[in-house]
């Protein structure tokens, strides 16, 4: 079944301008349900710019976007919000520095609802958060109540892929969210993905810069180049794929 589907999507940024950039060309695409789709692609492909229009960062100029059978075209940000869950480069985006672990964790867990004045965190509340963070293996358990600020980059980046999994998402939307890290952290963050993607079956993108990552990971491949999808393997053709032919597709269409 298709699960998300993109039909002929532009966006031009600074239209009419001498700084106009067609930055999203006829982009068609269907994604099924419980895909894992690697995107990889030069410095200014699209890429971001690919996942912000799925998100609704910004209303697309022409085509359509439909999710789970909504056409969500025109709907704002915020009321794409109960679809998808996004990771970003940046360790501290997606989490408010000052609030505590739990906090944190318990304004993505309560996602989607309307927050009320008592909805303060409960010790049953706590109990999961303590569970769930027991999952990631890295003893976050015990840091429950610090600022998440407080926390290293790699530690926020397992928290930040916690709290956009645990209540699943329709779509994960990962924006190079492994590449601030350190190569040791970069590993536990991938793998630590992947763990959460296949457990729970989620409809994921991936922008990466790895392309080893790009082709051990997920179960499509898509290659982006100036606005428009310039290559889509599916997982039998991903998986004959070697690094070099990566790098010579890239290397060949920015030419
Ligand atoms: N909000 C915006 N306003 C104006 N131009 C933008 C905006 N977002 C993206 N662009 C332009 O669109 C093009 C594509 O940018 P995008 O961020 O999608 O590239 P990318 O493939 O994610 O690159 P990178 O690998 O560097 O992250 C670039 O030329 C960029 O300057
Ligand atoms: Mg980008």
Redesign the pocket.
């Known amino acids: 079944m298709v699960f998300i589907k993109l039909e002929k999507i532009n966006k031009t940024?600074?239209p009419g301008s001498n700084?106009e950039?067609h930055?999203l060309r006829n982009i068609d695409l269907d994604i099924q349900e419980g895909e894992f789709i690697t995107i990889v692609?030069?410095?200014?492909?699209?890429?971001?710019?690919?996942?912000?229009a799925i998100s609704g960062?910004?209303i697309i100029d022409s085509g359509k976007i439909t999710i789970n059978n909504n056409n969500v075209t025109l709907n704002p940000e915020h009321k794409r919000a109960k679809y998808i869950s996004r990771v970003f480069?940046n360790p501290s985006q997606g989490t408010a520095p000052r609030m505590t672990v739990a906090e944190n964790m318990a304004l993505a867990y309560r996602r989607g609802q309307k927050r009320t004045l008592s909805s303060g965190i409960t010790k049953e509340n706590k109990e999961f958060f303590k569970e769930q963070l027991a999952t990631l293996g890295l003893g976050l358990e015990s840091r429950l109540d610090s600022e998440i600020g407080l926390l290293s980059g790699g530690q926020r980046q397992a928290i930040s892929l916690l709290m956009a999994t645990m209540k699943t998402p329709d779509l994960l939307l990962l924006?190079?969210h492994t590449s601030a890290l350190d190569p040791k952290t970069q590993k536990t963050i991938m793998e630590l993905t992947d763990k959460l993607i296949s457990e729970k079956n989620i409809t994921a993108l991936m922008?990466t810069?790895n392309i080893q990552d790009a082709l051990k990971y997920g179960n499509r491949l898509i290659v982006?180049n100036q606005?428009e999808i310039v290559r889509d393997y599916n997982k039998e053709e991903k998986d004959k794929l070697k690094l070099i032919d990566i790098y010579n597709i890239l290397e060949n269409v920015n030419s």
């Open positions: 940024f600074f700084r950039h930055a692609g030069g410095n200014g492909a699209g890429k971001s710019t690919l996942l912000n960062n910004f480069q924006d190079e922008i810069h982006l606005g």
